[in-house]
């Protein structure tokens, strides 16, 4: 009889229900190649169904099974065809027992669109040849169809001598599913895994999971908040979820996936948030998959829009769908790490898990710390229980300043006691003066205020007592600039303007570490610091919206009057001091004179300078560079020299490179690469190069055009002409990969040099600036071009700024436009934000005069306004799914393109 006839009966349209072409493959001189066409139709349409649920919405865990089940009914119909047709043993011998066993993610049963199968082929000892046969060509043909195979073959004992050694194979196995082959076999090794399990000590085994997985944050980004999140891998992600699953199973190995233990160790509402959790992320992670066309995990800019739409989101407002969206997933995020920390507190609780310090090693060690109802737990803060904030709320809020009187962490059990009882956090217990001088204290007299108000944050309880604050929580901002979300830029810039008044950044920032310690007000600082963003996404815009809750917030606080109107002040006015310094020419009295106005008192600048500091550097690594710091530290010297009431005299750049200056009179051009100020932190983040020439018409463009052609970056620049016709121009420059220019090849650097000495002279630079690499994710920024032309900043030059999108060459085709239109460029002022450049030039008529407004600078707007909106950029890829995705289904491959919502006007925090 034959051994198809064995088979039980597939579905009409599953794998393996047409038996002639089984019959046909198995014959065929190629059998493989028949058999990977015949499983190709059925393998692509089940997936296309699972696609097709999820568009309509499907859970994202059942999306997950139905990927899983398709693998299964692959598998399966492959092993049959291997076993039975290709390679039978119609009587198998003891060596020839075998089985196909799925482990790990999918040996759980869930499976993204296009994750790994992780398969082990079981043999009871020794491999044989027609073991060998078998996975050869279940190998192939799996690879054949573009699936990605994580495979093994080992005997039960090897599976078993493994797992006592290797908590990786440990990890993989708890999850084992038998799939085909020999059952006895399969049932064996089961029991004898789990009867292992059993019998050993679980704590090596969750040591290891925690272990792993703080390296995998490092990895991945220790910050939970970081605005491209890998959804797999990064912190608050599913790998933290899975962790509590092996962590359960390994307590429980007979319970199916753990979940005896996960009800022991979890509350109902613990459960209910992990499951919501779950769902979501896996249903993100599908959508990435099918977006990508590939295993995607991290949910960059260019992914980021499509997701949201496919997962229903909506802009309200102001704020578009895909920062609704990513806000919805940062809250999921910060909930993943509130589970991790419950089941942490019951793990211990029943000591399983492996303590950390020699206080934790005693069992019930507890120390009375000075309030009713706060101990000392194990090294860490605790609460005797949830009726201590019941019968007094104000105690959240001491709760918070005494761990950071302390300087302890805080108790899992206090941590999960707080996020129960926010229900306690009433309108008079915000107007509470016990409870709001408790929060003054963490944030302005505390020694680690940013770990204290990041717990508070994570515990629900800073968007409670501050509802200004919890509209930000969570909240993003579709931009290449912000590294971090709205909330955690903000706790990050506190944290650093408290290593400002230690002392910790004296070696970066020297003015600022002297100048925080002659502030009258810091308390007045730190506020300003925690609401100088919640006005982000309001309808009269950030500045306004923020200074309006700001002073609605202060209120609250029991400020006095005068204190309300600095902070209020500070919040409306919290980005004056940067863009000053970074897009007008702080060598103009001008420009120092209308600062001064706007500041008004040696207090405000003290003030807004250390405000100022924090907040770029909050943005994200390598924000910060002595570049910009120089630019402000420029301008906050000369306004206190106003407020002293000293004489402003226009600053002449020129004179602080006298040997320069007199090689270029001399020779015509020089150029040179200037020392780096070796204060910044990190190393310098670009090459600083300084050209002297005699002053011409056109020269700044043709130095921009010989940058462009080389490669070069423009970061940075700035421009000064003296009047005897000597120009200096000095460039900051990053290479494509946003490092110093030359620093990987030092001769392009030599190169660059003779360039701009040959440019300055006048000799035409031929060659074009090379094509910029696609790039998916600034492609999917819509940043709109503005023009700005102002004739009242300077008395003797029009000031020209223009925003919009940054690419190679856009310097150069801007000062080429400026140049067209007979306009001398006085000074040059670069910055870029991300995806967004911001140039400002201030400009004279070809006679030195100040231009005059007319159809001539209408003209001139038109043209700079054309170069920003060039049109000749690549059009945006859609990424196509590789070789595992539906060749032959149309809907997988035809993706719809991100509606790519308009980007604000950068800001510098």
Same mark, same amino acid.
């Given at each position: ?6 088979? *039980? ?7 393996? $229900? ?5 019959? =046909? ?32 919405? !499907? ?13 299964? =009914? ?107 082959? @020999? ?30 997985? #703080? ?12 605005? =491209? ?49 779950? #769902? ?37 407002? @102001? ?41 934790? !090693? ?60 926010? $229900? ?89 570490? =002297? ?27 950030? +500045? ?44 103009? *009295? ?14 405000? +600048? ?43 005299? *226009? ?8 040997? +320069? ?51 070069? @970056? ?14 200096? #121009?000095?460039?900051?420059?990053? #290479?494509?990969?946003?490092? *110093? ?144 995705? !539906?060749?032959?289904? $149309? ?19």
């Amino acid at each position: 009889m034959s051994s198809r006839s064995r088979r *039980p009966a597939d579905s009409a349209d599953g794998p393996g $229900s047409d038996g002639d072409g089984w019959a =046909e493959a198995a014959s065929a001189a190629d059998p493989r190649a028949v058999a990977t066409e015949l499983l190709r139709r059925s393998w692509e349409a089940a997936r296309l169904r699972a696609a097709q649920r999820l568009e309509a919405g !499907l859970g994202g865990v059942e999306v997950a099974r139905l990927h899983a089940t398709a693998a299964d =009914e692959l598998l399966r119909t492959l092993w049959r065809f291997a076993t039975e047709d290709l390679y039978p043993a119609p009587n198998p011998t003891e060596a020839e027992r075998l089985s196909l066993i799925a482990v790990g993610g999918y040996g759980r049963g869930v499976l993204a669109p296009f994750s790994d199968l992780d398969l082990l082929f079981l043999r009871p000892w020794k491999s044989i040849p027609r073991t060998e046969q078998v996975i050869e060509f279940m190998l192939y043909v799996l690879w054949d169809l573009g699936v990605k195979v994580g495979q093994s073959a080992r005997s039960v004992d090897e599976c078993l001598a493994l797992a006592r050694s290797d908590m990786t194979v440990r990890t993989a196995l708890l999850e084992a599913r038998p799939l085909a082959g @020999d059952q006895r076999l399969s049932e064996d090794f089961i029991a004898r895994f789990e009867a292992f399990m059993v019998k050993a000590d679980p704590r090596p085994f969750i040591a290891a999971k925690l272990e792993e997985r #703080d390296a995998r944050h490092q990895k991945a980004g220790a910050v939970r908040y970081r605005v =491209e999140p890998n959804v797999k891998d990064g912190k608050g992600g599913l790998r933290d979820l899975n962790t509590l699953f092996w962590i359960a199973r390994s307590l429980a190995p007979d319970s199916p996936l753990g979940a005896r233990v996960m009800d022991d160790l979890l509350t109902s509402r613990e459960r209910r948030t992990f499951e919501e959790a779950f #769902d979501f992320l896996w249903r993100t992670r599908a959508h990435l998959h099918l977006v990508a066309g590939r295993a995607e995990e991290k949910l960059t800019f260019d992914f980021q829009p499509e997701v949201a739409r496919r997962m229903g989101w909506r802009g309200r407002g @102001d704020e578009p769908a895909v920062e609704r969206f990513m806000r919805r997933y940062f809250l999921v995020a910060r909930d993943v790490g509130g589970l991790t920390r419950a089941m942490s507190a019951k793990l211990e609780a029943r000591q399983q898990k492996p303590t950390m310090s020699l206080s934790r !090693l005693i069992p019930g060690r507890k120390r009375k710390l000075g309030v009713e109802g706060f101990v000392e737990d194990g090294g860490r803060l605790s609460v005797t229980g949830p009726e201590v904030f019941a019968a007094a709320p104000e105690k959240l809020l001491f709760l918070f300043r005494c761990a950071d009187a302390h300087d302890l962490d805080l108790h899992p059990d206090a941590f999960s006691a707080v996020s129960r009882s926010l $229900s306690l956090v009433t309108p008079s217990l915000r107007r509470d003066p016990e409870a709001t001088r408790a929060f003054l204290d963490i944030l302005a007299h505390g020694q680690r205020p940013y770990r204290v108000l990041t717990l508070m944050n994570e515990t629900g309880l800073l968007g409670r007592f501050l509802p200004e604050w919890g509209r930000i929580v969570g909240q993003t901002q579709f931009n290449m600039y912000h590294a971090y979300t709205v909330d955690e830029h903000t706790l990050q810039a506190i944290g650093i303007i408290n290593d400002i008044w230690r002392g910790k950044l004296k070696a970066q920032h020297p003015n600022a570490s =002297e100048i925080v310690h002659r502030i009258d007000d810091f308390e007045a600082l730190m506020l300003a610091m925690m609401l100088h963003d919640v006005g982000k996404g309001g309808d009269r815009g950030q +500045l306004e919206d923020g200074a309006i809750a700001a002073r609605r917030a202060c209120d609250r606080l029991g400020l006095d009057p005068r204190r309300i109107e600095f902070v209020v002040w500070l919040v409306r006015n919290h980005l004056a001091l940067s863009d000053y310094a970074q897009k007008r020419d702080v060598t103009d *009295p001008e420009t120092v004179r209308a600062f001064t106005e706007l500041v008004g008192d040696p207090e405000r +600048l003290r003030t807004l300078l250390i405000l100022t500091v924090a907040d770029i550097r909050a943005v994200g690594p390598g924000v910060w560079n002595g570049w910009k710091g120089q630019l402000i530290r420029d301008l906050y010297q000369r306004t206190e020299a106003a407020f002293r009431s000293e004489t402003l005299h *226009p600053v002449d750049p020129l004179d602080d490179y006298p040997d +320069l200056m007199r090689r270029g009179r001399a020779e015509g051009a020089v150029a040179e690469v200037l020392e780096a100020d070796p204060a910044e932190a990190g190393g310098p983040s670009a090459a600083r190069v300084a050209v002297a020439a005699r002053d011409r018409p056109g020269l700044f463009a043709d130095l921009a055009q010989a940058l462009a052609a080389a490669g070069a @970056d423009v970061v940075g620049a700035r421009v000064a002409t003296a009047e005897d016709g000597a120009a200096l #121009d000095v460039f900051e420059l990053q #290479d494509g990969a946003g490092a *110093p220019y030359g620093q990987s090849e030092p001769r392009r650097l030599t190169r660059l040099l003779k360039a701009l000495e040959a440019a300055a002279r006048g000799q035409a630079v031929r060659a074009s600036p090379p094509p910029a690499p696609f790039s998916p994710r600034r492609a999917a920024f819509d940043v709109r071009p503005t023009t700005i032309i102002d004739l009242e900043q300077s008395p003797s030059a029009a000031v020209v700024e223009v925003s919009g999108s940054d690419r190679a060459g856009l310097l150069a085709d801007l000062a080429r436009v400026l140049s067209e239109h007979r306009l001398s460029i006085r000074s040059a002022h670069i910055a870029g934000f991300g995806e967004r450049a911001v140039d400002s030039f201030y400009v004279t008529d070809a006679r030195g005069r100040k231009p005059r407004a007319g159809p001539a600078l209408e003209r001139l707007r038109r043209d700079l306004e054309t170069v920003l909106d060039w049109k000749d950029r690549p059009v945006e890829r859609v990424s196509k799914p590789v070789r595992a995705s !539906l060749r032959d289904v $149309s809907e997988l491959g035809r993706l719809r393109p991100a509606r790519r919502p308009v980007s604000r006007p950068p800001e510098a925090g």
